[in-house]
Nanobody, 124 residues
């Protein structure tokens, strides 16, 4: 079955950076759009960023524009999320997801496969 495995989370001070990775297996990665979402305790799952299968279109939540960058390496079946200038409100579990239709979407319902998530904690 399809597997998405996130890594790179951790504890960082405000203003710091982290780079998340999501390694995919058992799917034709280069045909899937990939997204990052985050979920804080007691809150809904929020869209963070997405990237088209080809990598030439991206989308971001307003709250992370200019600070986060999504990218992908289809040869490595991996999508990345570079997070800079982190804020305490960025604290959440970050999940990657795959959408078979190939383009970008901010709706979690567009995504067929999900990883287990990686915890990001930003201290003030």
């Amino acid at each position: 079955q399809v597997q998405l495995v996130e890594s790179g989370g951790g504890l960082v001070q405000a203003g710091g950076s982290l780079r998340l990775s999501c390694a995919a297996s058992r799917l034709t990665f280069s045909t899937y759009a990939m997204g990052w979402f985050r979920q804080a305790p007691g809150k809904e799952r929020d869209f963070v960023a997405a990237i088209k299968w080809s990598g030439d279109r991206t989308a971001y939540a307003d709250s992370v524009k200019g600070r986060f960058t999504i990218s992908r390496d289809n040869a490595k079946n991996t999508v990345y999320l570079q997070m800079n200038s982190l804020k305490p409100e960025d604290t959440a579990v970050y999940l990657c997801a795959a959408a078979s239709y190939g383009s970008t979407s901010s709706s979690p319902y567009a995504y067929s496969y999900w990883g287990q998530g990686t915890q990001v904690t930003v201290t003030s």
